[in-house]
Every structure is written in structure tokens, then in C-alpha cells.
């Protein structure tokens, strides 16, 4: 099945601006490309969806190139509250989220 | 705020007991996933149901797992009989993709999970 892969983990500290890439290797013609963030003791919520270029929302952009392979999710002057793990799953028909990106924030 | 509502958020039961889990779907949507989340595994994909059909459950164990929908409105998962190594956190997710050839905006909305331990 087709998977999508991401860093394990990132450090980052309060103020800086974080980029997280996705690789998207088998995405398929009509796919978006969605990006959900994750607390602790909570469920993953929606944070972006893009399809091609550049989206960007009161939460994140995200940067996507034109053969669609692969996305960046960026986060502007990152916060504590920012530490979380952000996934892009596949869509494959379905959604399949793997370990996600382990993003800690310092002060 | 429309939202995605499991119950119970925690459940606590002795190996060999059945466990029931349910979901309330936000209203409208017609796609219902659900999840099983551990340390080791991450967030795992047990099954998924489109119009209350199932099109998705080999993330299942079939021998104790089974899910269904007995309506629009509630999605359950069964675990018969639970075993220590079920504990996690399985969530429920909903959405409106329509699935075939077009599967844009398939976005999902998570529920605040139940979590389960298995003694």
C-alpha cells in the first residue's frame, strides 16, 4: 500500500518558523493533501488540505510543488503549545496516518 | 459545534470480558473510520464504512474485532473477548468523502477517544 514518510521527530524553540516535509511518493491524480496535528490524550484534528501551490490558513502553510511528491507543512513563530505530532496521511481510499512527526517546541 | 462523540472515554475490564465502544458520527457524514493508537504501533486503521457499509476492515483482527453501524447515527466496535494486548486508544473518526474516483477533501474529524485497559 502506499505509505507517505515523514521525520520521526523535530526540536524547535518558541519563536522560530518550522518546516515539516512529506514525501508523497504514489499520490494519485485526484488526491489532496492533508495535514492533521495531534496533542496529547487528544484526537488528530485538521489543521491545512491542499491540492497544488501554496495554501495557507490562520494555523500553518502549506507548500506543495508542481509533480505533487512531496509537501510542507510550515509553522510561523512556533509556540509551546505548538509541540505536537503532525501526520500527512496517505489517501489512498483511505487514510492511513503511520507514526506522524514528533514536533517539541522549547522555550 | 458539530463533533464526533465516542463513548465511553475510558474503560477498564478484566481479560476475556467483551468490550462495546460506540461513535456518534457528526451528522451528515457519511464515512466512518476507525482507529487504535499505542506507543509501539502509532495510529493504526482497524476498519472504515461509507453509507454505513464496510469497505475496509484488514487492519482487523477478525477473530475477536468486529465493527458495524447500525444506523446513520452510531458506529460501534466489539471486542470479544479482550486480551491485555487491546489496550490503546481507539478513536473514531467521521467525514463526508464520497470516495471512487473522486476522493478530494476526504477531511476527518476525530472523536476524543476511549481508552482501553485490558488487565
Known amino acids: 500500500l502506499a505509505k507517505t514518510t515523514q521525520p520521526i521527530s523535530m526540536d524547535s524553540y518558541e519563536g522560530q518558523e518550522v518546516n515539516i516535509t512529506c514525501s508523497h511518493n504514489n499520490i494519485a491524480t485526484n488526491d489532496y493533501i492533508t495535514w492533521y496535528q495531534q496533542f496529547p490524550s487528544q484526537g488528530p484534528r485538521f489543521i491545512i488540505q491542499?491540492?497544488?501551490t501554496k495554501v495557507t490558513n490562520e494555523v500553518a502553510s502549506l507548500f506543495i510543488p508542481a509533480d505533487r511528491k512531496s509537501s510542507t507543512l510550515s509553522l510561523p513563530r512556533v509556540s509551546l503549545s505548538d509541540t505536537a505530532v503532525y501526520y500527512c496521511?496517505?489517501?489512498?481510499?483511505?487514510?492511513?496516518f503511520g507514526a506522524g512527526t514528533r514536533l517539541t517546541v522549547k522555550p | 459545534d458539530a463533533r464526533v462523540t465516542q463513548t465511553p472515554r475510558h474503560k477498564v475490564t478484566e481479560m476475556g470480558q467483551e468490550v462495546t465502544m460506540r461513535c456518534q458520527p457528526i451528522l451528515g457524514h457519511n464515512t466512518v473510520f476507525w482507529y487504535r493508537q499505542t506507543m509501539m504501533q502509532g495510529l493504526e486503521l482497524l476498519a472504515y464504512?461509507?453509507?454505513?457499509?464496510?469497505?475496509?476492515d484488514s487492519g482487523m483482527p477478525k477473530d475477536r474485532f468486529s465493527a458495524e453501524m447500525p444506523d446513520a447515527t452510531l458506529a460501534t466496535l466489539k471486542i470479544q473477548p479482550s486480551e491485555p494486548r487491546d489496550s490503546a486508544v481507539y478513536f473514531c473518526?467521521?467525514?463526508?468523502?464520497?470516495?471512487?474516483?473522486?476522493?478530494?477533501?476526504?477531511?476527518?474529524?476525530f472523536g476524543a477517544g476511549t481508552r482501553l485497559s485490558v488487565l
Open positions: 496521511p496517505d489517501d489512498q481510499g483511505d487514510m492511513r
Open positions: 473518526a467521521s467525514g463526508s468523502g464520497t470516495g471512487g474516483a473522486s476522493k478530494s477533501k476526504n477531511i476527518q474529524y
Open positions: 491542499g491540492y497544488k
Open positions: 464504512f461509507r453509507n454505513r457499509a464496510p469497505l475496509d
